[in-house]
């Protein structure tokens, strides 16, 4: 008050400590702020990236992902992760109070902060192995919810196999083993993350007894600056305490961190090589050249294939299971690069071509049958608005879905359930080749697309 020339008298003392706290709640205020905008553009940026880079990933390496783990990334781990920046921040925040406080503290008694700022990097010191456990716990807890996501995904997918071979039991019992470890580490988690909040009320009181103890003896014992200095030491010991916590959130957040780290970094590496100089054009033939591949360092599907197809025309494979028909339409569609020779269309490499534009001339329809949770003419226009709802008519028409669609009470808006489980497996089979005929592709890749049907309807299908 001296130093700034401020009469000391009660309406100023009350004056000021009222414009402190005012500008520190402002203050607070606008660093939550700022700190929540933080967060949600960290949390949102970051999804987004999740899904591109994965759904943009080589199918080789989406082959090796198991179901349940991106969701669980995505929707837990980034949140999780994003608490490391509160935390930090928070932290942040009880530090420079702290910092405030002991300048206050030592100004008044030099010896008793120095002692409480040397008893808490002591305590510091005694937490630290404690703080490792806690991040190991934390990480293999965080990979055991990827686990158990896997599980009941998995098996909610193949729920008519479970329940047909009557596996429910062992497929609980599996659960019910992965959710017991899963509560065990996040009891352990708990009781690790108590240990310091417990331990530090019973160290203040042993640090302020002997204080003032001692202070109580000195000649020049005041017993003003004493009470300030011991408010002082319990608000320095609740900012200790504070940044602790802040830590251990911290420590277990770190595990969810480097989960989102290493998804992205991995989906990263294994990015699909999109760009291609050469125009698409198919007027002639697709021709395979010494073709050769094989998965990994195994034995080889493909040795030497030399295959033409005119266009136009069509060209059935057929051969026992595993012999690699359905690896020639993954080359063709580029999901795989051949180990060997050369696949082109009006000889021009196909694999210098543009990706997209590849595939966007490629109507595939695959044995496994994918259906969304939505409605028929939402599951034939398949995420492209530039098909209209005739074009969807004429392709259910082509596909002969058409009547079993207007027999439904809400038609077109029927929805089909997760994955067409409402539907007959033809029914099912015609939706997808509905999907694909309305996209009017140039290369019409059918791997058995049509098992599904009665032989008139494949008869129709294919004429």
């Not at 600056?225 to 319990?234: D, H």
């Amino acid at each position: 008050f001296s130093f700034f020339g401020i009469p000391l008298t009660l309406f100023f003392v009350i004056l000021t400590l009222v414009l402190l706290f005012v500008f520190k709640a402002l203050f607070l205020f606008a660093a939550n702020i700022m700190n929540a905008k933080a967060v949600a553009s960290f949390s949102e940026e970051t999804r987004n990236e999740l899904l591109g880079s994965t759904m943009k990933a080589q199918w080789s390496y989406l082959l090796n992902r198991k179901i349940g783990y991106l969701a669980q990334v995505v929707t837990e781990d980034v949140d999780l992760s994003a608490g490391v920046l509160v935390s930090i921040t928070t932290f942040i925040i009880f530090f420079t109070s702290l910092i405030s406080y002991a300048v206050v503290a030592l100004s008044i008694s030099p010896l008793v902060t120095i002692v409480v700022i040397l008893v808490g990097a002591v305590l510091s010191l005694f937490l630290k192995p404690l703080f490792y456990k806690i991040r190991e716990t934390v990480q293999r807890e965080a990979s055991l919810k990827k686990e158990a996501a896997h599980h009941i995904n998995q098996h909610l997918a193949g729920a008519k196999t479970v329940k047909s071979m009557v596996a429910e039991p062992s497929v609980i019992r599996a659960g019910e083993k992965q959710f017991h470890e899963l509560a065990w580490r996040r009891f352990v988690t708990l009781k690790y993350q108590a240990l310091p909040s417990t331990l530090l009320e019973p160290i203040t009181l042993a640090v302020i007894i002997p204080i003032f103890l001692f202070s109580f003896r000195s000649p020049a014992f005041n017993i003003a600056s004493f009470a300030a200095v011991l408010y002082l030491v319990q608000k320095m010991f609740s900012f200790v305490q504070s940044m602790q916590m802040r830590l251990n959130a911290i420590n277990e957040g770190i595990p969810h961190l480097v989960a989102v780290v290493d998804c992205k970094e991995e989906a990263r590496q294994h990015q699909e090589n999109t760009e291609g100089k050469v125009v698409f054009q198919f007027s002639s033939a697709i021709k395979f050249k010494d073709v050769g591949f094989s998965y990994g360092d195994g034995e080889k599907v493909l040795n030497g294939l030399n295959l033409t197809i005119p266009k136009g025309g069509m060209v059935g494979l057929i051969g026992q299971s595993g012999s690699g028909k359905t690896t020639i339409a993954d080359l063709l569609l580029r999901l795989f690069k051949p180990s060997g020779g050369t696949i082109t269309v009006d000889g021009a490499d196909i694999s210098k071509i543009n990706l997209y534009a590849w595939r966007d001339r490629i109507g595939y329809v695959s044995q496994d049958m994918f259906l969304l949770n939505d409605t028929i003419a939402d599951n034939i226009r398949f995420y492209n608005e530039e098909i209209s709802d005739e074009d969807i008519e004429q392709a259910a028409k082509l596909a002969h879905i058409y009547d079993f669609v207007e027999s439904r009470p809400e038609k077109f808006n029927t929805v089909v359930g997760e994955r067409g489980v409402k539907l007959s497996a033809g029914q099912r089979q015609r939706i997808i080749l509905a999907r694909i005929i309305a996209r009017k592709p140039e290369i019409l890749i059918l791997d058995e697309a049509t098992s599904s049907l009665d032989s008139e309807s494949e008869r129709l299908i294919q004429e």
